[in-house]
């Protein structure tokens, strides 16, 4: 695998998780000024990498990434939400597969017509599954998904092993940007004991508390965005510091 890959094994080795910053490159919520400095605060306050990406396409993604990458030193990974979410500004992406769709294109589909891009630009693909659980958000909307239930662990850890056996190297469980309902701290649990592959987790994560518990339940990597836009502007990223700091030492 590649230089990307390898750094987030590092920050594994090193301080057991990794904290991912989520920007929407969304030309009306975050221009890309916006978006850089987002990043800035969020990397001085101990996140890991920046994830850029969004499920609707109102971005203008190579300039979010240009001026990003001029203010933080760590990988952006993109996180596309369709063939438009590529750049080739991006040190890597999230190569990945919705695989509880009920729509082949976001299980194959826009993977094979992102592939020629990702080749061609030299961009690093790590392969990524991504299950959606109820309530989803817009993601779910736009990607067809057979929502996964909260309250069945066992149907969700069913989709995450077959992850595993197709190869994928993370699994990424989502609530859905903004979620009034997180991933259940049971599933995480259930999801993480049961799978070889490192857990990723994301979706309405908001408190230092819960941020704790997703990582004691197992998961290797959270994801925060909403929270991220809402505080560190404000506060200079003290109460992302927090939940950095919460993750980092359990
Ligand atoms: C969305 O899981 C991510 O894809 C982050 O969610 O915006 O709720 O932090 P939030």
Redesign the pocket.
């Known amino acids: 695998m590649g230089k990307v890959w390898n750094y987030l094994n590092e920050i594994f080795s090193k301080e057991g998780v990794v904290h991912l910053t ?1 920007i929407d490159p969304d030309i009306m919520k975050t221009p890309p000024e916006k978006a850089s400095k987002i990043a800035e605060i969020s990397i001085a306050s101990g996140s890991n990498a920046i994830m850029v990406g969004g499920s609707t396409a109102f971005g203008i993604l190579d300039e979010t990434i240009q001026k990003i990458k001029s203010k933080v030193d760590v990988p952006v990974i993109l ?1 596309p939400g369709n063939v438009s979410g590529l750049s080739k500004y991006a040190d890597a992406v999230f190569f990945m597969s919705l695989l509880n769709s009920r729509n082949v294109y976001w299980v194959s589909g826009a993977q094979a017509l992102s592939a020629p891009f990702i080749k061609q630009w030299n961009l690093e693909p790590i392969p990524m599954a991504y299950l959606i659980l109820e309530p989803g958000a817009t ?1 779910s909307f736009v990607g067809d998904v057979n929502l996964l239930p909260r309250n069945k662990p066992g149907v969700v850890l069913s989709y995450a092993l077959a992850a595993q056996y197709l190869g994928f190297k993370l699994v990424y469980l ?6 009034e309902k997180a991933v259940p701290i049971e599933v995480v649990k259930t999801v993480s004991q049961n799978i070889d592959i490192p857990v990723v987790v ?4 908001n408190t230092p508390e819960h941020a704790k518990d997703v990582i004691k339940a197992g998961a290797k990597l959270i ?5 991220i836009e809402k505080t560190v502007l404000n506060d200079g990223g003290k109460s992302l510091k927090k939940i950095i700091s919460a993750i980092k030492e359990t």
């Open positions: 989520l996180f993601v989502e609530a859905g940007s903004g979620a994301g979706g309405g994560i994801v925060q965005g909403t929270f």
